[in-house]
């Protein structure tokens, strides 16, 4: 059985360290790594009328499949294999689902540094409430 790992990623410096830290160590990494792409769709429409909605999710869908296929290149051109997958949805809910849902044995997370813990805290972060909900062992770099 060739284990399946998922790894969320967004439009961020913390995606492409991630990235790089998987390349990195891409040794450790010899099975299906499955990249997730979740477009958070439940802020970013509240303030855009109906009729453009539809050009709105397509033009988001468009942006991140071009984001998602650099990735993708980056990790086969090291003889990873890859699969890509995209959501519609609040990060924070649909990766711990799909991860428990789905039977992924590991997660690769990235974490933003530099925030601060007490912002962590108060708030919350996508990485500190993926961490706490999912079934499967959690990398976090």
Same mark, same amino acid.
């Given at each position: 059985? &060739?284990?399946?790992?998922?790894?969320?990623?967004?439009?961020?410096?913390?995606?492409?360290?991630?990235?790089?830290?998987?390349?990195? &160590?891409?040794?450790?990494?010899?099975?299906?790594?499955?990249?997730?792409?979740?477009?958070?769709?439940?802020? @970013?429409?509240?303030?855009?009328?109906?009729?453009?909605?539809?050009?709105?999710?397509?033009?988001?869908?468009? @942006?991140?499949?071009?984001?998602m296929?650099?990735? @993708?290149?980056?990790? /086969?051109?090291?003889?990873?294999?890859?699969?890509?997958r995209?959501?519609?949805?609040?990060?924070?809910?649909?990766?711990?689902?799909?991860?428990? &849902?789905?039977?992924?044995?590991?997660?690769?997370?990235?974490? /933003?540094?530099?925030?601060?813990?007490?912002?962590?805290?108060?708030?919350?972060?996508?990485? &500190?409430?993926?961490?706490?909900?999912?079934?499967?062992?959690?990398?976090?770099?």
């Amino acid at each position: 059985m &060739n284990p399946r790992i998922l790894i969320p990623i967004n439009d961020s410096a913390t995606t492409h360290k991630t990235i790089d830290d998987i390349l990195s &160590n891409r040794e450790r990494f010899g099975a299906r790594l499955v990249l997730l792409h979740v477009i958070n769709d439940q802020l @970013a429409y509240r303030m855009i009328p109906d009729f453009q909605i539809e050009m709105v999710r397509e033009n988001a869908m468009q @942006a991140a499949t071009e984001r998602m296929g650099k990735l @993708a290149d980056k990790l /086969r051109g090291a003889g990873l294999e890859v699969e890509l997958r995209m959501e519609f949805g609040m990060p924070r809910r649909l990766i711990p689902q799909i991860a428990n &849902n789905e039977d992924f044995q590991l997660l690769v997370l990235g974490r /933003r540094s530099g925030r601060g813990e007490i912002r962590d805290v108060l708030f919350g972060s996508v990485a &500190n409430y993926v961490l706490h909900n999912v079934r499967c062992p959690v990398l976090l770099f």
